[in-house]
């Protein structure tokens, strides 16, 4: 008896771990073939990282709906600011008049959409001239331990804290300033820098600006990066730090999307 219940036992793990399997490798071949669609459609020159969530993979396949999908690329080419990383999250994923291998020229209905572009440290203050440029989340969010006001830990946009060099503004000390950051034009894909005061103390470069010295040295700091439009072209809801990078978000409910629109610069 013994050894017939240790058989059913193994023949009944056997069939689990199999199923697991193939649902396993079924989802990695459609994470593929996203990936290059969303490759070819948006004309990237690698494939970007693409996932899609929830177990199992193949219920959802056949239901024609996933439940979210991830897609993001870092690296990519940015005609104003040399390179950038988009990222997209699309929840509710009607794939009625798709398949379940998404093609580049499929349209998907989503309930939810979320999109971020993000600009490093590195190339904000290279298109600033601020060659060792550093941007940090509001001080008084770091200090509280907040991860952020989205879920996607994104800081808010007010009292950021930039720190470098100016020499653009003949100042040669590191120094550390507040910057406000806002989004213009119509579409928000004008991202608006603007240094409001010059900051000290700890956590800081600690490097006091004569007065004579501050309006020039809080220009250097002040800027509009135009042409940073969001993945899907979806409207900027907000905008701050997240780690050492500037990024935009934005969320939109109930909308068809096209994977040649994930690119849109």
């Known amino acids: 008896m013994r050894k017939l219940l240790t058989g059913v036992l193994a023949t009944l793990l056997a069939v689990v771990l199999g199923g697991v399997g193939t649902d396993f490798g079924a989802a990695i071949y459609a994470e593929y073939r996203l990936a290059r669609s969303v490759r070819t459609a948006a004309q990237l020159h690698f494939d970007p990282w693409a996932s899609i969530l929830g177990f199992p993979f193949i219920t959802q396949a056949r239901a024609h709906h996933y439940r979210e999908v991830e897609i993001r690329a870092g690296g990519v080419q940015h005609p104003v600011t040399g390179k950038v990383s988009l990222e997209a999250t699309l929840h509710?994923?009607?794939?009625?008049?798709?398949?379940?291998?998404?093609?580049?020229?499929?349209?998907?209905?989503?309930?939810?959409?979320?999109?971020?572009i993000i600009i490093d440290s590195t190339h904000v203050g290279r298109f600033m001239g601020i060659k060792d440029l550093l941007v940090e989340a509001p001080t008084r969010e770091t200090e509280d331990g907040l991860k952020g006001v989205t879920e996607s830990g994104i800081s808010s946009g007010k009292d950021l804290v930039f720190t470098g060099t100016p020499t653009n503004a003949d100042f040669a000390e590191r120094v550390s300033v507040a910057v406000d950051l806002t989004v213009a034009d119509p579409d928000g894909s004008t991202l608006v820098l603007t240094a409001t005061g010059v900051l000290t103390g700890p956590?800081?470069?600690?490097?006091?600006?004569?007065?004579?010295?501050?309006?020039?040295?809080?220009?250097?700091?002040?800027?509009?990066?135009p042409g940073q439009r969001l993945?899907?072209?979806?409207?900027?809801?907000?905008?701050?730090?997240?780690?050492?990078?500037?990024?935009?978000?934005?969320?939109?409910?109930?909308?068809?999307?096209?994977?040649?629109e994930f690119r849109q610069s």
Do not use: C, H, Y
């Not at 009607?94 to 291998?101: G, H, I, P, Y």
């Open 92 to 116: 509710s994923v009607d794939l009625t008049d798709s398949t379940w291998l998404i093609g580049p020229d499929a349209a998907l209905p989503v309930g939810i959409a979320e999109s971020r």
């Open 231 to 260: 993945p899907f072209g979806l409207t900027p809801t907000t905008a701050g730090a997240r780690g050492s990078d500037i990024i935009v978000e934005g969320i939109a409910k109930g909308l068809t999307v096209r994977l040649d």
């Open 203 to 225: 956590g800081t470069a600690d490097e006091p600006v004569p007065e004579n010295r501050t309006a020039a040295v809080l220009k250097a700091f002040s800027t509009r990066i």
